[in-house]
């Protein structure tokens, strides 16, 4: 790593004497734009998941921070100021109103289905909407308590049946893109590698000449090395700067289509910035490293 | 085995090269060399000569360690080649200067960077070898090329080239496979020279030629070799130096 960084150091900042062993363009080029593209793809997976894990939490909090309490019975609106005072005295609860006829029969209505003829009929959920502080995890059975003894017949909706899906949706996405990531890493390796082995099979005759005049193979491995450190640095630009505006495409189209659902939470913050920072430096050591590798292997079949 | 082969390390003034019954037979199945046994002095000055073919270019690779003998032992400054480990075939090649028949220069390297190849594996500094490179390069007519890439130079210039990239590194042991093979015969007399100048600061040096009439001249001992075998061997009296 030390190695890499100071190779890459001198790379940069000196003017090097040319290559000891010939550069081909014709095989550059093509590799550059392969890693380049499973960089950015490999930016947009990291993106992906970073997103999905911020969007999880998110709703969850949001979902979490708020029950519903349905009052089975006494329905009468007394009871249900009673309940509430009993439920606003716990311990966690921030909040406890009760939710009246009207309001419950507009949360109906809001369920798409034109109820508006039979709703009168119907007999509306007596509710009462608790906000919770986050971290609290024994408000529910609480609430079962207190309201149990004072004689109330209720059922808590907490949620969980949702942010149990999220939660399980989100870390699926994220264990998918954690896959995604996993096998573009594993087959950008073995790009390299196939390369690095391809770059010295072609060049066996100027890696024997420099052999014969004392070259180690340590040597001539790190001559490979330097090549594909900075293969990898300049795909790694390209792919990151690509997935960077993708991302922005992608955040602009979401913009015009934002929906209540999604506003709270940003699907790319600020913060994802140091994927797409890291990415060109990652690219170039694991190139490097790969083409390291594979170039010893090689240098011991080739003698 | 002959107990007078056993590799017990370098010794200073004792053969520098010491081959014991050495055979070489190549993948193809030719066996280009038989039961080759001789020594060379260090600091002594040979030919090697035999017709096209003899295995002249093959005992060469044995002594520049292009090649590990199929038989037999090969001894280089003491060490047993056939058994030396992958990490020390590159300490001892750097003890030794090759003229290759056919150049071998890097095509994409300019004349400088050829000739500075065995700084530039042992990772010296450019600054540390930048004007010992320029020197050699005007001492052997070159001095005006020392950017042209290798292609653009007449097959006297090349091997000129290659010929600097041997000796630039001031090695014990020279060898120089037909150096005067395609170059004009005043050429190749200034190539021996070289040679001679490089022997008088204490270099061995190996010449595979088929040019009788130079080997005659200077009366340097001689190995010839004909169908793969050694006919002729130099006497393995220290004395027995080239009369230069
Ligand atoms: N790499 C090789 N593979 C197979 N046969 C070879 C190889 N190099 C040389 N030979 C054969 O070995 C014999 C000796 O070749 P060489 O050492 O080049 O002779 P010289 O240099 O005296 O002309 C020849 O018959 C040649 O064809
Ligand atoms: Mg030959």
Redo the contacts with the bound molecule.
Sequence with gaps: MINALKLLWVRFTHESQSALLPTDSRQVRPLTIVVAIMCALGCLAGLGASAGFRAASTWTSDLKSAMSIIVQSPRGDEDLERAALIVGRIEGVTRSETMSRERAKELLRNYGTDLSTTLDALPVPRLIEVGVMSGQTTVKEDIEKELTAAGFKIVVDDHSRFTGEILRTSTMVRILAMMALLSLVVAALATIAFAARAALETRREAVHILHLVGAKDAFVAREVQKRFLRLGFVAGLWGANAAGIIALLGLTVFAFGASDFTSGSPLVSWTDLWILLVAPFITAFASAWAAEVAARATLRDLV | MNHKTRTLGYRDGGPIVRFDKVG?T???G????RDVSFELESGGFYFLT????????????LMYLALRPSVGQANLFGVNVGRASRNDLPLLRRKIGVVF?DFRLLPHLSVFENVAMPFRVRNVPLADYAEDVDDLLRWVGLGARIDALPETLSGGEQQRVAIARAVVGKPSLLIA??PTGNVDPDMGARIIRLFIELHKLGATVVI?THDLDLVRRSGAPVLR?EA?ELTQAPNSSPLMKANL
């Design positions: 070489v190549y993948g193809s030719t066996q280009a060399l035999g017709p096209s073919g003899a295995g002249k270019s093959t005992l060469l690779k028949q496979d037909e595979a070799l793969g």
